[in-house]
């Protein structure tokens, strides 16, 4: 299983572009990229997904180098709702095979 | 949107009881996903199910059964609780596991164990 690394905690300001960075050395073939963000007393809820390159939605973008070691989540123009815990997971999704770490906890200040 | 309901948002329990958590998912989902979260630890899978009737252990099984008896509905059964499964509980599914899909998450249940 490939073992993901991310920093533990970040700060930032209302409207600034977060970036939080993570290591998956271990990435294998069909392995996809997925990130999670869960706030206080709630379920994980789904943010973004990517196999490679770079994928946006309403919500993120997701940056992929060519050789899948790490990925960047990027969060544009941040506000305090977007405070919480962000969580990068490496592995086939669907299946049990991925491991959730303790996630980069983000605290957007005013 | 995916729905993944959990019966109790808090259940108070007593050493020794049989401790039952329901969880329900709305999207005809095939996986379902029990996991538990600890400060400090993540989320840790305990069991999963790709179909009905069917399951597979997950990293830390011991204490724990399941049942899945129709496809929408997942349990989590806690044989004996003890006071170290005071936990927050977590259920999720997932459409299939052929597809790419990502898990939906219910909101948990906080158990404590007395």
């Known amino acids: 299983l490939a073992k993901t690394t991310q920093p533990i905690s970040m700060d930032s300001y209302e409207g600034q572009e977060v970036n939080i960075t993570c290591s998956h050395n271990?990435?294998?073939?069909?392995?996809?990229i997925t990130w999670y963000q869960q706030f206080p007393s709630q379920g994980p809820r789904f943010i973004i997904q990517?196999?490679?390159t770079k994928v946006t939605n309403e919500v993120a973008s997701l940056f992929i180098p060519a050789d899948r070691k790490s990925s960047t989540l990027s969060l544009p123009r941040v506000s305090l709702s977007d405070t919480a815990v962000y969580y990068c997971?490496?592995?086939?999704?669907?299946?049990?095979?991925?491991?959730f770490g303790t996630g980069t906890r983000l605290k957007v200040l005013a | 949107d995916v729905k993944v309901t959990q019966s109790s948002r808090y259940l108070v329990k007593r050493t020794g009881e049989k401790v039952f958590l329901e969880c329900v998912q709305d999207?005809?989902?095939?996986?379902m996903f029990w996991y538990r979260q600890d400060p400090g630890l993540g989320l840790r899978l305990i069991y999963f199910?790709?179909?009905?009737?069917?399951?597979e252990k997950g990293d830390i099984p011991e204490g724990y059964s399941v049942s899945r008896e129709k496809k929408e509905r997942f349990s989590l059964i806690l044989e004996s609780a003890s006071t170290n499964q005071t936990s927050m509980y977590l259920c999720?599914?997932?459409?299939?596991?052929?597809?790419?899909?990502?898990?939906?998450f219910g909101d948990g249940t906080r158990l404590s164990i007395l």
């Open positions: 990517g196999y490679k």
């Open positions: 999720a599914s997932s459409l299939s596991r052929v597809i790419a899909q990502p898990q939906h």
């Open positions: 199910s790709y179909d009905v009737k069917m399951k």
């Open positions: 271990n990435i294998a073939t069909n392995d996809y």
């Open positions: 999207m005809d989902h095939e996986n």
């Open positions: 997971l490496v592995g086939v999704p669907g299946t049990y095979k991925y491991i």
